[in-house]
């Protein structure tokens, strides 16, 4: 089967910037993932700019750090299948300062570059590396003027280590045939409906104090890239649930079974308790306090392939779309 990763809710490890004191200070932080650099470099880095996608799936440019020079290249990273893990350069004298003369960055996958350095003449400058871990760069800082001075980066840190859970196989759910597929749960927030997308392939799940807090989804898409839902709820959870289904062989989602009821202190607001994904291999949680009504989607020789439910704060209800075919 697949796995589930818990990890606390992430915070940031800032690593040291490379190259001189000048120009003026710079910092870019994807709120989800980096999908774009480019690149403006000569003899040096000339400029940076980033483009990454939000938690809710939208497309966020940052502004050009640097100067004008330069000849412009555009690294496209598939994330968030293909992530930035470490770069790499050298940094050397220019008019006088020192600035970064080139850089490479590598992903989980692919290294690109070098970039700039292309002054044959210039003296050997020295050179620099994040230290190669396995965690995802989240963005960049430094300092720039007419070109960039210094970089660093920022990594995606969990405060503690991220554990591996593993899925409880044979277990599998009662298959009656679905006389509707929900949403359950309570009657407040917003509707949302992630659509027929092309399969699941991971599910975040936001826990803290006995709620789900929210969910978001890795679906394929009709290209075969993975595509980011929206965050369903808020941002409140203690605890990230990573459920990553098998590619080979296949393994799909058949159901969910969970609980909802009022939330503590609040008997008025009724939100998702728990939640219990059932795969063709096995069983993923439950996931939260298993407190209130019970709710299931028991189906038969079918695949669930998209939820659709209300949400605001919380993961108020949640549905599923099932596919037959």
């Known amino acids: 089967m697949g796995s589930t ?35 403006s470099s000569g003899w040096v880095i000339d400029a940076l700019s980033f483009k990454g996608i939000n938690e809710n799936s939208v497309l966020e440019s940052s502004q050009k750090f640097g100067g004008g020079g330069g000849d412009t290249r555009i690294i496209t990273i598939d994330w968030p299948r293909e992530y930035l893990t470490s770069i790499s350069g050298i940094k050397n004298d220019h008019w006088g300062r020192t600035v970064v003369e080139s850089l490479y960055f590598k992903t989980n996958l692919n290294k690109y570059g070098p970039f700039g350095g292309t002054n044959p003449n210039r003296p050997e400058g020295s050179p620099f ?11 960049f800082f430094g300092r720039a003027s007419n070109f960039i001075d210094a970089i660093g980066v920022y990594w995606k840190g ?51 104090n006995g709620v789900v807090h929210a969910i978001q989804c890795r679906y394929h898409g009709k290209d075969g890239k993975l595509v980011l839902s929206k965050r369903h709820g808020g941002g409140g959870a203690s605890k990230v649930y990573k459920i990553e289904l098998e590619k080979n062989p296949s393994e799909y989602l058949v159901g969910i079974t969970g609980f909802y009821g009022p939330i503590d202190g609040n008997c008025c607001l009724e939100v998702v308790r728990s939640i219990s994904f059932y795969t063709n291999k096995g069983k993923y949680g439950p996931f939260g306090s298993e407190i209130g009504t019970f709710f299931n ?29």
């Open 297 to 325: 989607s028991p189906v038969s020789n079918a695949k669930v392939v998209g939820f659709h439910g209300t949400s605001g704060q919380y993961l108020d209800a949640i549905g599923v779309h099932v596919d037959y075919s």
């Open 158 to 208: 969990p405060s503690i280590p991220i554990v591996t859970i593993k899925a409880n196989e044979g277990i599998t759910m009662n298959m009656d045939l679905p006389r509707d597929v929900g949403p359950w749960g309570g009657n407040k927030g917003k509707s949302w409906d992630d659509g027929l997308v092309g399969g699941i392939q991971q599910i975040d799940v936001h826990v803290g």
């Open 129 to 139: 590396n994040v230290p190669l871990e396995d965690r995802e760069i989240a963005g």
């Open 5 to 39: 990763s818990c990890s606390q809710d992430q915070s940031l490890i800032k690593v040291e910037a490379w190259g001189g004191s000048g120009g003026s200070e710079w910092s870019y932080v994807a709120k989800g993932g980096i999908t774009e650099i480019e690149i």
